[in-house]
């Protein structure tokens, strides 16, 4: 199990959006606020899909992040937000 894994939703694995904007920083050797900057353009665009839990417990029904929500109010969303 990786660090950053949160679990199943959906039939599908997702993982901290802090843990993948790290792994992003560390394989493309850029700094930690250009990957999480990055990784919000890729939520906004809809082509990362994240989605947001109480307390990171995914056993609750999570609620999907709509892409336009990270282009109004991203910082808000990033502490509880998961990608897949």
């Given amino acids: 199990m990786k ?3 949160v679990g199943y939703w959906d039939g599908e694995e997702w993982v901290y959006f802090h843990w993948a904007a790290s ?6 050797a850029i700094p930690s606020r250009s990957a999480k900057a990055h990784l919000r353009k890729l939520c906004a665009s809809g082509e990362i899909r994240a989605i947001s839990s109480a307390e990171s417990d995914l056993l609750e ?11 109004d109010r ?10 897949s």
């Fill in 23 to 28: 792994e992003i920083s560390d394989k493309l």
């Fill in 61 to 71: 029904e999570p609620a999907p992040i709509p892409p336009s929500r990270w282009r």
């Fill in 74 to 83: 991203y910082r808000r969303i990033m502490a509880s937000a998961h990608c």
């Fill in 3 to 5: 660090d950053g894994y």
